[in-house]
């Protein structure tokens, strides 16, 4: 099949198998350039197959020659649809790390639930019999708990409406766009889906089955932000939610003395999870622009290796006053902040392409998919029925 991108504003609803796999080549290729790290042997990856997850496998993987569990919740192809993303970037990721003899199964499933939970403890006492890392890495939209309620996430503030700025991805013009107040069932909601609560049943249930090594370290992602964007992100339901993820760190060290529970606050970056919140978008644009000038840009591999290399296995942490890594000190400078705010003011229809760098943002929105790799032959049939090796 010839397979051609069709986008659907902040979704593509197709993915190329052979462009995901270019994907995972170039971030394998970026973490060897950058050298080995002397840290986890064993990981398992909660949300693994795209974004932040992925490029925490990949570098522990390639920079640790570490054994990896990935879990995920993707669609594999029907043979008239292309599978998603993240299936692709797993069965390319697995075949790659296997021709270097390198452990890598995946699951696909629900991580919120006990049976994959379970499945999970049980391929690490087979396989492993310990991990001594866990990367908590999920970006969902809805949670069933254990009583069988679904819980959905919303992006939505929690101070009253907010009206700002926003990127209209159907034709990259600027509208202005309100985001509501949430009620109480929604902040609840969030909390449940993104807050730490999953990341604690994980904990618990690794511990339980004493598959956890002594001092392994588990790290969830977060996000701050700008204070242009508090009300929206920070403040919002989900930065509630946030907030729940980074006290659970205190809890889970509290808890379970012999884990190393962290939070890492890391860049914004376009991603499936990201592309989906108001507003957020055209920030990102005019954020690349600027990030990109000062020669400070970074994407998820590019974090997540220098999360490793100079944060966490670098000897003692560096950690904000409340405990957290902070891999956003880069977006959050104040040369770069006191740009992105000159070109919010200023952006419009008219100068959008000139202030903001709205071309990379696409550029990485096509290639999350597998789209717009130079060295990829798009007109040329591929087999969208790809086999995940460990599935
Ligand atoms: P993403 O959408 O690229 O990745 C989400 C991952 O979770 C995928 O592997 C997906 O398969 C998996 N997943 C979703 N629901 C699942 C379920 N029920 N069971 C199993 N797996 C499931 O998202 P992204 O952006 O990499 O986000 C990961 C984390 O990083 C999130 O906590 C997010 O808030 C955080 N983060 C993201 C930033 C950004 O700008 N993208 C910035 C800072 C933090």
Not at 59 to 87: D, L
Not at 119 to 140: F, P
């Amino acid at each position: 099949m010839i397979v051609e991108p069709k986008v659907r504003e902040f979704i593509c609803t197709t993915a190329h198998p052979e462009g995901c796999r270019e994907n995972v080549k170039r971030q394998i290729a970026y973490v060897k350039e950058k050298g080995q790290v002397c840290g986890p042997k064993k990981m398992l990856v909660i949300g693994a197959s795209t974004g932040y997850g992925l490029a925490s496998r990949i570098t522990a993987a390639f920079a640790c020659q570490a054994a990896t569990i990935g879990i995920m919740f993707e669609k594999p192809s029907n043979g008239k649809r292309t599978a998603t993303p993240g299936w692709y970037n797993t069965a390319a990721f697995e075949a790659l790390a296997q021709e270097e003899g390198l452990y890598a199964k995946s699951i696909n499933g629900d991580a919120f639930s006990a049976e994959v939970k379970q499945q999970a403890i049980e391929m690490i006492k087979e396989d492993l019999g310990q991990v001594d890392m866990v990367i908590y890495s999920l970006a969902a939209p809805r949670r069933t708990t254990a009583d069988n309620k679904t819980w959905s996430s919303t992006l939505k503030t929690t101070t009253g409406a907010f009206t700002e700025k926003s990127l209209d991805l159907r034709n990259n013009t600027i509208v202005t766009k309100t985001v509501e107040s949430a009620n109480d069932e929604e902040l609840e909601g969030t909390i449940k889906v993104m807050g730490g609560e999953d990341w604690m049943d994980w904990m618990d249930a690794l511990t339980n089955a004493g598959v956890l090594a002594e001092n392994a370290v588990t790290v969830a992602y977060s996000y701050i932000g700008p204070e242009l964007t508090y009300p929206i992100y920070t403040e919002g339901t989900i930065g509630q939610a946030k907030k729940h993820l980074t006290e659970t760190a205190g809890r889970i060290r509290e808890k379970h003395p012999g884990i190393q529970a962290y939070i890492s606050v890391n860049k914004a970056l376009v991603t499936q999870a990201s592309a989906a919140i108001p507003i957020v978008p055209l920030y990102f644009a005019i954020l690349y622009k600027v990030m990109k000038e000062q020669g400070t840009h970074e994407g998820c591999i590019e974090q997540i290796s220098r999360l490793f290399h100079d944060k966490l296995f670098a000897g003692e942490i560096p950690m904000d006053e409340q405990g957290r890594i902070r891999m956003d000190d880069w977006e959050l400078a104040p040369q770069v902040q006191d740009a992105v705010m000159d070109c919010w003011k200023e952006v419009d229809t008219e100068n959008v392409k000139k202030l903001s760098d709205i071309e990379g943002y696409w550029e990485d929105f096509y290639h999350m998919f597998g789209f717009h790799f130079d060295n990829v032959d798009y007109s040329r049939d591929v087999d969208i029925q790809v086999e995940i090796p460990s599935l």
